[in-house]
């Protein structure tokens, strides 16, 4: 019957892909039309970014609740799956439920809220930190991600106990959320950067979905067993974030008249690590699948990780915000050398990350079909440059600073007084707008 099905029409990504369309389409509409709602609001309650013009490029008060929206778009889409008989690919003649893991809505919503409450009152970065560690414990809790640490123990061939391979299953997924929350968190600091980067990325987990579901529809035909129970999950999650990102987008990208705020780029952050985490219950491919993931994730990793050596090696608190990120290097570039005004430069910017984000998708997207070693090699080689080049750059900063504090010591105290001073940050509320200085929650609520 399968190889009938299979033979009047041929498997293919649209074919895969196709039956779940709704889904988009619904995030799309429902995004679309609340990110306003949730505009007007933030913007009557007085949960904005105040005009500044000496730091900020824009003229009017911007709204933080561009999280919720997104939230509300997705979790709508996700819905469906609980309503509407969808047909999947492994059974071309017949629609189900999709049995979508409760425990990534719960985490999702913990998530949102956490971001939601930073955005409308401020909160410390552990309780946030708190937030992401029930999210993760959630997603445990449905072993969603547990059998990456099983696979890898089968791979080296090690025996492991059950508990051992849960327990570091365990942290796994905790280093997992944190790492991918705070990476879109770090992220977004320009109009439309985090939003659109997140949306690349998406694009490239649904191509990688569409290959392991092609996979499974060739193994299902020549009489193996499959468990497609993960193929449709994973597909209707990357539509659902894909359809509420994209509404969001237009009323994000510079000029931005609304910024998702915490609620928003954690969201994002732990649904992409969610997803990435669904890719490893896709039987023995798993470890690969992670890896290809992870470098169509590469651009928000990368530039967490000279955040984090860059203030490392200042001895600063990583959670003290900077204007060192590579969106900050691209727009001082845009600025200085080709002479590019605000909006123009903003702009530059945003559009050079998304080309480099796209890159990172369609080279995960390349190496999903090669065997593990390889695309370990090659995210070892990626992330080893990645790591020297932060060693580097940090270095270089600390070098320059000790420089210019002792040319300050010599010089008379009143010359050149604002040498150091910041450069104005350009579309967005900070240059890190998820810190507690660009969430002070008594600013927004005066007059």
Known sequence: ????????????????????MAVFFVAFAVAIVMTPVMRWLAIRNGIVDWPN?????????????????????????????????????????????????????????VITLTGLIDDVYGISPRVKIGGQ??????????????NLVDQLFKIIKVPAPDWLIYTLGAVVIAV??????????????????????VAIAVMG???????????????????????????????VMCLAILGAVLGFL???????????????ALLLGYLSVATILLFAEAGGQGPRLVTAALIVFALPITDTALAIFRRTMRRQSI?????????????????????????ASVKFAVLIMYALAAIFAVLGGALVSERWRYMAAFFVVIFGFVIVSAYKAGHRQ??????????????????????????PDQGQASAEPKSASSHDASARHTA
């Open 1 to 20: 019957m399968i190889l009938a099905s299979l033979a009047a029409n041929p498997p293919s990504a649209s074919r895969v892909i196709s039956p779940y």
């Open 176 to 197: 997992f959320v944190i790492g991918g929350c705070n990476s879109v968190n770090l992220l977004d600091g320009l109009d439309g950067l985090a939003s659109g980067v």
């Open 133 to 146: 560690f029930f999210a993760a414990a959630m997603l445990a809790m449905n072993r969603v991600g547990i």
């Open 319 to 343: 959670f003290k915000p900077d204007s060192q990120h590579l969106h900050h290097q691209l727009l001082s570039a845009a600025r200085r050398s080709l002479r590019l005004g605000p909006n």
């Open 250 to 264: 237009p009323y994000n990208f510079n000029p931005a008249n609304i910024f998702m705020g915490d609620a928003g």
């Open 205 to 235: 987990f649904l191509a990688i979905a569409a290959f392991v579901a092609l996979g499974s529809i060739e193994a299902a035909a020549q009489g193996k067993a499959v468990d497609p129970t993960y193929d449709a999950v994973r597909i």
């Open 398 to 423: 600390v070098l320059l600073e000790k420089i210019r504090k002792s040319a300050h010591a010599q010089a008379p105290a009143d010359t050149d007084a604002g040498a150091d001073a910041p450069l």
């Open 53 to 109: 013009l000496k730091h900020k490029s824009h003229i009017e008060p911007v709204a933080y609740l561009g999280g919720v929206a997104i939230f509300l778009a997705w979790i709508a889409a996700i819905s469906l799956c609980y309503f509407v008989y969808f047909g999947g690919p492994h059974t071309p003649q017949a629609a189900v439920h999709i049995r979508f893991p409760f425990s990534i809505i719960v985490g999702a919503a």
